[in-house]
T-cell receptor, first 117, second 113 residues
């Protein structure tokens, strides 16, 4: 149990376009989802915390108008990179915390590799 | 604030060697501690965890003991395999607030046949 999926796993887009990444908890309900960005050979950087039915909380330095996060249901959160540019190329990973399990464990998705040309 | 420190640099070792990756933390209260593993091109997988002092987490031959007195959670494996080559992240989750994970910088482990 506690499986998190991401779609797409890999996306290549032209500069100026918008890209949507989906994060789904497949077998549990997640009141909280987290979005991370990982640069090559670097640790994960938390971008934002997403709570179902409310606005996301963004970390300092993360542009909320560029990285739009929607957490419309207990099993789905989306990250939209608007007007993407080459510097947005990165590995984006989501995680989810199970509301029913209590505790504080996060379950991670497999990640989405974004390449902006 | 909460933070996690991992030893610097990649780790290269031969198959069947003993692996240790050091992890120390700074936190208030009683955080939960985790080791995550990331294989090339993939997301993070939980390797093991410990939720209170003196707990030992173990999985796939890896072990780590929650040491409150030394604020450490070192990862060990007695005999590594080539398939253990990956990046290992130590992390903590505080016992309060929204439980945001604080990650260490990660250690690349390369096991040579």
């Amino acid at each position: 149990g506690a499986v998190v999926s991401q779609h797409p796993s890999r996306v290549i887009c032209k500069s100026g376009t918008s890209v949507k990444i989906e994060c789904r908890s497949l077998d549990f309900q997640a009141t909280t989802m987290f979005w991370y960005r990982q640069f090559p050979k670097k640790s994960l950087m938390l971008m934002a915390t997403s709570n179902e039915g409310s606005k996301a909380t963004y970390e300092q330095g993360v542009e909320k108008d560029k990285f739009l996060i929607n957490h419309a249901s207990l099993t789905l959160s989306t990250l939209t990179v608007t007007s993407a540019h080459p510097e947005d190329s990165s590995f984006y990973i989501c995680s989810a915390r199970a509301s029913s399990r209590g505790g504080n464990e996060q379950f991670f998705g497999p990640g989405t590799r974004l390449t902006v040309l | 604030g909460n933070s996690v420190t991992q030893m610097e640099g990649p780790v290269t070792l031969s198959e069947e060697a003993f692996l240790t990756i050091n992890c120390t933390y700074t936190a208030t209260g009683y955080p939960s501690l985790f080791w995550y593993v990331q294989y090339p091109g993939e997301g993070l997988q939980l390797l093991l965890k410990a939720t209170k002092a003196d707990d030992k987490g173990s999985n796939k031959g890896f072990e780590a003991t929650y040491r409150k007195e030394t604020t450490s959670f070192h990862l060990e494996k007695g005999s590594v395999q080539v398939s253990d080559s990956a990046v290992y992240f130590c992390a903590l989750s505080p016992s309060y607030g929204n439980n945001r994970l604080a990650f260490g910088k990660g250690n690349q482990v390369v096991v040579i046949p």
